[in-house]
């Protein structure tokens, strides 16, 4: 066993618990659930399957410490007692970034400075030399400071986990690729189901529902920020991409049906599920609303509805979920999860929720109305 390190996993909001659900099941000891983030203990192994394996984390960073700071000499002093030559090299890039809410020190680019500054005099002291050249592996370093409370942390994912790298190229409005992974996880999405999105857009939760669906691990095909990081084994990158290569499953019945209004979205619904490697698994048609029908099977409809922030003034798009609970059945075996910012929803829909859900989807506040239960549920 290696050297264990602590680790913060930032998530959206509303997402915590389903993550730390998902680092449990990888096979982490340790898991504490925060706003907006879970806390986790683990070795190199762990962090190269955390990020490779993750569906629903933002990042995963290294905790190099805490502190509370109130003026930039707390600050400079909390940051240089730190053990940076743990994880800086000689030769190493790191870059500063971060954020500060409800702060005494609330300037980013002081904040920044300052942090650089702390950092480099410990290093300097440590190995004996004024100047650094940064010419090799960037080991970027992420501060966050909240009601003066600071964190400091070193960021091993590089671009954000949601970039999978199956979505180059998106329609106007597209849903974050984790915020589809909470949502198909939310709505249980086994091998053999049935699901169908009618706004499919450039396809992600259809996506997404197959990568869950075969268990393939959504970063098994992008590089992460930490795999040039000299303090961390290289070798565990290797080791952890054949273990989630060997944890795919093939040929399994489930099927992902997609429509939308918008021909150029169905081909870059099947053009991103290609590159995700799952394209055998989904179909995608031109189709409206108006015409959808519920097949008479077992299925489930995960769906994010154009709502008025991007792609439809907010009359047309009361109007779609208007239609949508006159095309959406609640026959027993169908399930329907509906992501959406309106507070009449459930109103213009005509069907009271059996669950909601806060989530958000980029900075806009949503609830994912669950309708799952088979009886009476009319809006009231």
Same mark, same amino acid.
């Given at each position: 066993m290696?050297?264990?390190?602590?680790l913060i996993?930032?998530?959206?909001f509303g997402?915590?618990s389903?993550?730390?659900?998902?680092?449990k099941r990888?096979g982490f000891?340790s898991?504490e659930?925060?706003?907006?983030?879970?806390m986790?203990?683990g070795?190199?192994?762990?962090?190269?399957?955390?990020?490779?394996?993750?569906?629903f984390?933002e990042?995963?960073l290294?905790n190099v410490g805490?502190?509370r700071?109130t003026t930039?000499?707390?600050?400079f002093?909390?940051?240089?007692?730190?053990d940076?030559?743990r994880y800086?090299g000689r030769?190493?890039?790191?870059p500063?970034?971060?954020t500060?809410v409800?702060?005494t020190?609330f300037?980013i680019?002081d904040?920044?400075s300052?942090?650089k500054?702390?950092v480099v005099d410990r290093?300097?002291?440590?190995y004996?030399?004024e100047?650094?050249?940064?010419t090799?592996?960037e080991?970027?370093i992420?501060?966050s400071?909240l009601k003066?409370?600071?964190t400091?942390? %070193? =960021?091993t994912s590089g671009?954000g !986990?949601?970039?999978?790298?199956?979505?180059?190229?998106?329609?106007?409005?597209p $849903? @974050?690729e984790?915020?589809a992974?909470?949502?198909?996880d939310?709505?249980r999405i086994?091998?053999?189901?049935?699901?169908?999105d009618?706004?499919?857009?450039?396809?992600t939760i259809?996506?997404?529902?197959?990568l869950?669906?075969?268990h393939?691990?959504?970063?098994?095909?992008?590089?992460f920020?930490?795999?040039r990081?000299?303090?961390?084994?290289?070798?565990?990158w290797?080791?952890e991409r054949?273990?989630a290569?060997d944890n795919?499953?093939?040929n399994?019945?489930?099927?992902a049906?997609?429509?939308? %209004? =918008?021909?150029?979205?169905i081909e !870059?619904?099947?053009?991103?599920?290609k590159?995700a490697g799952?394209?055998?698994y $989904? @179909?995608?048609n031109?189709g409206?609303?108006?015409?959808?029908?519920?097949?008479?099977?077992?299925l489930?409809?995960?769906?994010?509805p154009?709502y008025?922030?991007?792609l439809?003034?907010i009359?047309s798009?009361?109007q779609?979920y208007?239609?949508m609970?006159?095309?959406?059945?609640m026959?027993?075996?169908?399930?329907?999860?509906?992501i959406?910012?309106?507070?009449?929803?459930e109103?213009?829909f005509g069907?009271t929720a059996d669950k909601?859900?806060?989530?958000?989807n980029?900075?806009?506040?949503?609830?994912l109305?669950?309708y799952?239960?088979n009886g009476r549920v009319e809006?009231k």
């Amino acid at each position: 066993m290696g050297e264990k390190y602590n680790l913060i996993a930032p998530t959206i909001f509303g997402v915590e618990s389903i993550a730390a659900d998902e680092f449990k099941r990888m096979g982490f000891e340790s898991t504490e659930v925060q706003n907006g983030r879970v806390m986790l203990s683990g070795d190199d192994n762990m962090i190269a399957r955390a990020n490779i394996c993750s569906r629903f984390a933002e990042r995963i960073l290294i905790n190099v410490g805490q502190f509370r700071a109130t003026t930039f000499t707390e600050l400079f002093d909390g940051v240089k007692n730190l053990d940076w030559e743990r994880y800086i090299g000689r030769d190493n890039a790191f870059p500063v970034t971060g954020t500060s809410v409800n702060s005494t020190l609330f300037s980013i680019s002081d904040c920044q400075s300052i942090i650089k500054k702390a950092v480099v005099d410990r290093l300097s002291a440590k190995y004996g030399i004024e100047w650094f050249s940064e010419t090799g592996a960037e080991c970027r370093i992420r501060f966050s400071i909240l009601k003066d409370d600071v964190t400091i942390m %070193i =960021d091993t994912s590089g671009d954000g !986990l949601h970039k999978r790298g199956y979505r180059r190229r998106a329609n106007d409005a597209p $849903i @974050k690729e984790t915020i589809a992974a909470a949502m198909c996880d939310l709505a249980r999405i086994y091998p053999d189901t049935r699901i169908y999105d009618p706004f499919c857009g450039s396809g992600t939760i259809l996506i997404e529902a197959a990568l869950m669906a075969t268990h393939r691990a959504p970063g098994l095909s992008r590089y992460f920020s930490a795999e040039r990081f000299d303090f961390l084994d290289r070798s565990v990158w290797s080791q952890e991409r054949t273990r989630a290569q060997d944890n795919i499953i093939h040929n399994i019945e489930f099927i992902a049906q997609g429509f939308d %209004i =918008d021909p150029s979205c169905i081909e !870059l619904t099947l053009a991103n599920a290609k590159k995700a490697g799952v394209e055998k698994y $989904i @179909k995608a048609n031109i189709g409206d609303i108006k015409d959808f029908k519920t097949p008479d099977e077992r299925l489930v409809v995960v769906t994010n509805p154009p709502y008025g922030e991007r792609l439809l003034d907010i009359e047309s798009s009361e109007q779609l979920y208007k239609v949508m609970g006159e095309k959406f059945d609640m026959k027993p075996g169908k399930k329907y999860f509906v992501i959406s910012p309106h507070d009449e929803f459930e109103k213009l829909f005509g069907k009271t929720a059996d669950k909601r859900r806060k989530l958000y989807n980029g900075m806009i506040k949503c609830q994912l109305f669950m309708y799952f239960k088979n009886g009476r549920v009319e809006y009231k």
